[in-house]
């Protein structure tokens, strides 16, 4: 959006703000599901909601769903509609019941957030079950590798999983989650880690006081891989060696800055068949796959249209099943809304700060790198970019103008998703053991309009310095138990920083700095030419927070140029332990390597790192430049060498340039990092 058309568009809404009706009126019109009620468990629903407003909006929609005897739910939280002749229309909400059959309640509530008014209104729909004469079920989704299966209710304190073999001559078995029962309702599953075209047997298993019982065996045979979908190619690269065969699934989340592909989500076996997929399937739609969740849901952020005026890119946080049905959804727009009523003022909206923003002016941007859900009670974490206009010369900007920063704010979602905690970046500058303002970029990162890499840009442009300086460049969260602290990476830093979260009372305050120029000593037993990790990615604690911490070191600093860096050098992967004890007694404040091996490929971006079960080591070198002259990656296993700080690459999976890559023993159990 222009100059022009930006303060046109703040001038209309602040003169529509003032001469809103004292007593503005917002009615729901209409609230129409696609298909009557009844529909079995697994059916789509899209419900169309029409409204009108006597205050000119725009007027936001959400969604709300309450389970047969169970708790409301936010399932998609307030995104603005669109506006023809006086009637406002919903986006559609697509609800996908997957669970127990019953009578569910649809609420929708409506708000215009200029004038404050509220409507509801809730609808019933009932969800008959799928199985009949108390036989099992198995039918197929939308995705051709996901089967939907439903059994017969089970007794209270028994659970229930879903086992499923190749019928194929040494066809691999496997299982879903366990599922407590719930009679007298039946139980259903998404089956998911099969290979294309091929038939399955399936049944149910019921353990009950320690004893397993098999249900009636039912078939099923996948579909094609769809050919309008782009799926990514792998490719063994090297020989194999003594790999974790019980991570036996590789799940990445390919992501193309070059060619602009949007390919799915995908899983493979440890040789490259694709075992499933996630694919948002809209035009231009980018979706960016944070984490895998328990039980087989995932964190996902998308390019989805929504209530953000000056932004379409990366502004919906869903949760997504297997089967790719939005569980929930929010947006920036109403998180923006949310983080102004608590106080948060630099996240204001980009399109409402005129032009040239003020010094001091501040705004909300777009979701980027991370969402985690591992924080206790089911709440989640993510991340949102910050642009921030600083004085002349700010950062050594040497321009003559005032200077846009962008920074990262961290944002706590409680268990339904509604704000409950926030950590700005900004509001720690000025050095004394925070964040110093003054510290630019380690190798002078900066970003302009449509910058591959950078968010969407919003206050550049005339009387701002021509160029944003990407100061922090967060991209990982890791939620530490052991002190309820939130641990984030910081790339353009080459800093691991530790907050003060404590399970959200805590004071947003830096607790250290770890990296080059922070509060750690690096114990160089192995008298390493360069210690510590730059631009990094993916910092997490394994077995549960006691350690050790893992790391993707991408290097960038490292391989920069004399006198900064070393001059060349490929990516490491890192596994260090952490001893946090202050200062005195001495040892303290100190990392020491456990692994900071070679991978023999330098990433210049992205990539991740995990401890496997084996105790061998995973690292995904996300962004390499191919012989080809294409950016591909690999996931590659690390054996490490006993008394080094080495190890033996003993499996390679080449493949599509991507964000990040797990290991896991199924779909349904995810690394804990």
């Not at 929708?108 to 108390?134: P, R």
């Not at 003559?400 to 704000?419: E, H, K, R, T």
Request: with cysteine; aromatic share 10%; net charge negative.
């Amino acid at each position: 959006m222009n100059a022009t058309k930006t303060r046109v568009w703040y001038l209309i809404s602040l003169l529509a703000a003032l001469c809103a009706p004292a007593h503005a009126t917002v009615r729901i019109s209409s609230v129409q599901p696609s298909l009557s009620a009844p529909q079995p468990v697994g059916t789509s629903i899209v419900w169309a909601v029409t409204a009108t407003d006597t205050n000119p909006g725009p007027l936001t929609f959400q969604f709300n769903v309450t389970p047969p005897s169970g708790p409301l739910a936010m399932a998609w939280d307030f995104n603005a509609g669109t506006l023809n002749s006086g009637t406002w229309t919903s986006q559609p909400f697509t609800w996908t019941p997957t669970g127990i059959e019953g009578s569910y309640q649809i609420q929708v509530v409506i708000k215009d957030f200029t004038s404050g008014e509220t409507a509801s209104h809730t609808a019933y729909f009932q969800v008959s079950s799928l199985v009949s004469g108390g036989l099992p079920v198995v039918l197929p989704t939308a995705n051709p590798l996901v089967a939907l299966f439903s059994a017969p209710s089970c007794a209270a304190g028994s659970s229930m999983r879903v086992w499923f073999r190749a019928q194929s001559p040494g066809g691999s078995g496997s299982a879903t989650n366990w599922a407590i029962c719930h009679p007298p309702l039946s139980m259903t599953f998404e089956v998911a880690g099969m290979t294309p075209s091929t038939t399955y047997n399936m049944y149910s298993q019921t353990l009950t006081a320690g004893q397993v019982a098999n249900g009636s065996t039912l078939s099923f045979a996948t579909g094609v891989l769809p050919s309008a979908i782009p799926f990514p190619p792998f490719k063994i690269s090297g020989p194999p060696g003594a790999i974790d065969s019980a991570d036996s699934v590789v799940l990445l989340s390919p992501i193309q800055f070059d060619t602009k592909t949007i390919y799915p989500a995908v899983a493979s076996k440890l040789s490259g068949q694709i075992i499933w997929y996630y694919y948002a399937n809209t035009t231009n739609h980018s979706q960016l796959l944070t984490r895998p969740l328990p039980g087989g849901t995932f964190l996902s952020i998308q390019d989805v249209p929504a209530w953000n005026p000056a932004s379409l890119q990366k502004q919906v946080l869903r949760e997504v099943d297997l089967a790719g049905n939005v569980i929930r959804e929010t947006n920036t727009g109403v998180l923006q809304q949310q983080l102004l009523a608590m106080g948060a003022t630099d996240a204001a909206p980009c399109n409402g700060l005129g032009s040239p923003a003020p010094v001091g002016a501040a705004c909300l941007g777009s979701f980027h790198h991370d969402a985690i859900q591992t924080l206790p009670g089911g709440q989640t974490a993510l991340l949102v970019d910050i642009e921030k206009i600083f004085p002349v010369g700010t950062q050594g900007d040497a321009s003559g103008l005032p200077v846009d920063i962008i920074g990262d704010m961290i944002i706590v979602l409680d268990s339904n998703w509604q704000v409950s905690w926030y950590f700005d970046a900004f509001q720690h500058a000025g050095g004394g053991g925070q964040l110093d303002i003054n510290r630019p970029a380690v190798l002078g990162e900066t970003c302009g309009v449509s910058t591959p890499g950078c968010p969407p840009m919003f206050l550049l442009g005339p009387g701002i310095a021509p160029l944003a300086q990407d100061w922090l460049h967060a991209n990982s969260l890791y939620y530490q138990p052991q002190d309820g602290s939130i641990i984030w990476s910081s790339r353009h830093q080459d800093w691991v920083i530790k907050i003060e979260y404590n399970n959200g009372l805590g004071n947003a305050n830096v607790v250290w700095l770890m990296g080059q120029d922070g509060a750690f000593t690096f114990n160089n037993i192995y008298s390493d030419p360069w210690p510590w990790f730059s631009h990094q990615h993916d910092v997490g604690v394994e077995n549960g927070g006691m350690g050790p911490m893992t790391i993707f070191d991408n290097g960038n600093t490292r391989v920069s140029p004399p006198p900064l860096g070393l001059g060349s050098g490929d990516s490491r992967g890192m596994s260090l332990t952490v001893d946090e004890t202050p200062c005195p007694p001495s040892p303290c404040m100190q990392v020491t390597p456990v692994l900071s091996v070679d991978l023999g490929v330098y990433s210049t971006a992205m990539g991740s790192a995990q401890l496997l079960g084996n105790g061998n080591y995973f690292f995904l070198a996300a962004a390499v430049r191919l012989p080809s002259g294409a950016v591909g990656s690999y996931s590659i296993e690390i054996l490490p060498i006993p008394g080094t700080d080495t190890g033996t690459q003993v499996y390679n999976l080449e493949g599509t340039e991507s964000y990040r890559a797990w290991r896991m023993p199924n779909m349904y159990q995810p690394p804990t990092t």
